[in-house]
Antibody, heavy 119, light 106 residues
Framework: EVQLVESGGGLVQPGRSLKLSCAAS????????MAWVRQAPKKGLEWVAT????????YYPDSVKGRFTISRDNAKSSLYLQMNSLKSEDTATYYC????????????WGQGVMVTVSS | EIVLTQSPTTMAASPGEKVTLTCRAS?????MHWYQQRSGTSPKLWIY???KLASGVPNRFSGSGSGTSYSLTINSMETEDAATYYC?????????FGAGTKLELK
């Protein structure tokens, strides 16, 4: 059974940093692109980052480029999101998601982890 | 950036009623994907590559479209279909989602 379990969320002050983790199991992690998608309270979904199978290629929207870094450790079947210079508008539930092969959709999602940016 | 516009924003349907949700893209895309999100839960892949049903999705659901206009149809509304549905394009970065259609049971 595919499982994605996020951790590392919490309350953080504006301008500070936070690192999210996602532990994957039930599939060969190194064979899949992975991504982070977030959802602000009562709002829609926003794609945050994607990383290739080896980690050599990463992709971000302008809203987080230069502040967020996605990475992975295939030996540990783990995905990470380093978030720096956090802003109040980064407050959201962050989901780890799997992207199969050369497709562009997300077939499995974690339960999500809440990040609140507030003083 | 490709903007996806979903309509309606909210709608209510009676059991057995046919439902159609639409998603329009600001530029042509190759495929559209759809997700279902029930209240308080994570999104689930529902329809991928425009018309393929994800595993476990009932066959009363279908997807269609091309270019800039896509739709998700429920042949006969059931109680469990009440949820918010999001469309998503991955034809070009940044990947974008529509704002969602909240489907309620009448």
């Amino acid at each position: 059974e595919v499982q994605l379990v996020e951790s590392g969320g919490g309350l953080v002050q504006p301008g500070r940093s936070l690192k999210l983790s996602c532990a994957a199991s039930g599939f060969t992690f190194s064979n899949y692109y992975m991504a982070w998608v977030r959802q602000a309270p009562k709002k829609g979904l926003e794609w945050v980052a994607t990383i290739s199978t080896s980690g050599s290629r990463t992709y971000y929207p302008d809203s987080v480029k230069g502040r967020f870094t996605i990475s992975r450790d295939n030996a540990k079947s783990s995905l990470y999101l380093q978030m720096n210079s956090l802003k109040s508008e980064d407050t959201a539930t962050y989901y780890c998601a799997r992207r199969p092969g050369i497709t562009s959709y997300f077939d499995y999602w974690g339960q999500g982890v809440m990040v609140t940016v507030s003083s | 950036e490709i903007v996806l516009t979903q309509s309606p924003t909210t709608m209510a349907a009676s059991p057995g009623e046919k439902v159609t949700l639409t998603c329009r893209a600001s530029s042509s895309v190759s495929y559209m994907h759809w997700y279902q999100q029930r209240s308080g839960t994570s999104p689930k892949l529902w329809i991928y590559e425009t018309s393929k049903l994800a595993s476990g999705v009932p066959n009363r659901f279908s997807g269609s479209g091309s270019g800039t206009s896509y739709s998700l149809t429920i042949n006969s509304m059931e109680t469990e279909d009440a949820a918010t549905y999001y469309c998503q394009q991955g034809s070009s970065y940044p990947y974008t989602f529509g704002a969602g259609t909240k489907l309620e049971l009448k």
